[in-house]
């Protein structure tokens, strides 16, 4: 087989708190996260004598900076090779935009190269690898709505997620995740032994209390679009709105399909944002 086509699938945060920051820098989490059927596709090209990058979104690095060129700059040299493969990726999924394109690009290499080199790795020593490329990539390798702790390598299956309806809105500006927690400000509060792990499907009901993002009041103190964008989807009769991930991109959820259908429409005849109507993949 010379070519490989995979899936690679965005996700959104349900909830995200922040705990703490570590010595080395990074910051320990704890947050709820699904992929969405918003989706790349990634293609691999074996037998060629380097690795190259080809996206088609001009906005995205075609070098090392490319988190799917490093997935693949670790494989090889776990398996202590000096093979090549060729990336494409065609680009679907909002880029800087708190979805996780990029991790969930690198974790299609990842899958794509471990079953074509005849699965060398297992999913835990495959998941090292991918925590080495980043920290989001480890939950796209999972599959699974996931609560993740730590720095998001930490994850145990969510099985409480029922079959919503999410109108995706996604700004048209980016947001570096470095920058947003570069500049967030812990609350002495945030303690992870604070923190109870919701049943949203059991209290739907109440799901406006169990969506939050503590990296809201980093972004939306400087973009406060992301609020607007937020209050519109409430008023078109979204259950919930959060802010995913580092943001920009907002999502609402519907327990009823043609109640989304329609609020997704009002918020496209204003022409100022990207939307998308999608479902939770929960398998």
Known sequence: ???????S?????????????????YHEIITLLSQIGLVDTVALAFDRPSISVDCSHPGVPENRDNLA??????????????????????????????????????????????????????????????????????????????????????LDVYEDLPPLFVVLVCPRFEVPTVWVYKNLRLRLT?????????????????????????????????????????KALLNLGAEAALMSGSGPSVFGLFEDAQQATKAIHSIRRRGRWKTFLVRFLLR
């Open 190 to 230: 945030n303690s992870e032994t604070e923190f109870r792990i919701p049943n949203i499907r059991q209290d739907f009901s109440r799901v406006g209390s169990f969506l939050f993002n503590d990296l809201e009041q980093v972004t939306i103190g400087r973009f406060p679009e992301i609020e607007t964008i937020k």
């Open 69 to 154: 060129y490093r997935a693949a700059s670790l494989f090889f040299d776990a398996l202590s090779i000096n093979d090549g493969v060729a990336i494409f990726i065609d680009k679907v999924i909002p880029v800087a935009a708190g979805l996780g394109g990029g991790s969930s690009n690198a974790a299609a290499v990842l899958t794509g190269l471990n079953q074509h080199y005849g699965f060398p790795f297992t999913h835990v020593e495959l998941k090292k690898i991918a925590l080495r490329v980043g920290a989001d990539v480890p939950f796209f390798l999972f599959g699974r709505p996931a609560v993740a702790r730590g720095i998001g390598d930490d």
């Open 1 to 7: 087989m010379n070519r490989l086509v995979i899936r």
């Open 9 to 25: 699938p965005a996700k959104i945060n349900l909830f995200l708190k922040v705990v703490g920051k570590r010595p080395d820098g």
